[in-house]
């Protein structure tokens, strides 16, 4: 769990302890206005931004605050504090949308994939997303089952993909793993970021592609017992 940055609450209204913050008094109509969901999506958003900036520790609710235009209170009335702010922000990180392309072929699939992703990671925001990821991950277990949730739904395509790949004839292993495809690539992005390494070329997914289908092609040698 993230370290908490929260104001102390304020003191309950004599005789309004038996209500819920939630409940209107008896008779009376509900009070206030609806929150305005552009203001919460711009407190994400500036939230996001500075995560990505900073990292947990050096982002402020103050800033959040000023970076989204509005006011701490308009922060408070959603998030008890920072980290369950932090918490939202990293998940919503990870709720991205991932193409799955259906190209007729493994490696026409595979390839696609690849290259969407070594585009985004040579990014300087997709560096940052993947240290964030990565350092966040380490530290709460939140942010790690958001970065599980993504992983799992990664594999789950490319499941899909080797599916397809088997249903047209292709000489796919049974026992392919795609949980193991997903992190062996995951794990080559998080080394040269955390390293400062420069990420793989655009140009270099096909030969990655290469390693990917090596591992998980039926081969018809017949001196490899492995491959009957």
């Not at 008896?26 to 996001?48: L, T």
Request: glycine letters at 8%; one cysteine or more.
């Amino acid at each position: 769990m993230f370290a908490s940055e929260r104001e102390p609450p304020s003191a309950p209204r004599p005789g309004s302890e038996t209500r819920t913050a939630l409940e209107p008094e008896p008779g009376s109509a509900r009070r206030g206005r609806p929150r305005n969901p552009e203001v919460e999506a711009r407190i994400m958003q500036s939230a996001i931004g500075l995560l990505l900036e900073r990292g947990f520790d050096k982002m402020t609710i103050d800033d959040v605050a000023a970076a989204a235009g509005v006011g701490k209170a308009s922060i408070y009335r959603r998030w008890p504090g920072k980290a369950e702010l932090a918490e939202d922000a990293l998940a919503g990180l990870f709720d991205v949308q991932i193409p799955d392309p259906d190209t007729g072929t493994l490696r026409g699939d595979l390839e696609h994939a690849y290259r969407d992703t070594l585009a985004f990671a040579a990014t300087p925001g997709g560096v940052e997303f993947i240290r964030l990821a990565v350092t966040e991950a380490c530290r709460a277990p939140a942010a790690a089952a958001a970065y599980r949730r993504y992983l799992r739904h990664r594999a789950d395509l490319t499941a899909a993909a080797l599916d397809r790949a088997r249903r047209r004839a292709e000489p796919v292993r049974a026992d392919a793993d795609a949980q193991l495809l997903v992190e062996w690539l995951a794990g080559v992005l998080i080394v040269r970021a955390i390293t400062g390494q420069p990420m793989p070329a655009v140009e270099h997914a096909g030969a990655l592609v290469d390693i990917t289908l090596h591992g998980v092609t039926i081969r018809t040698r017949p001196d490899n017992p492995r491959n009957a």
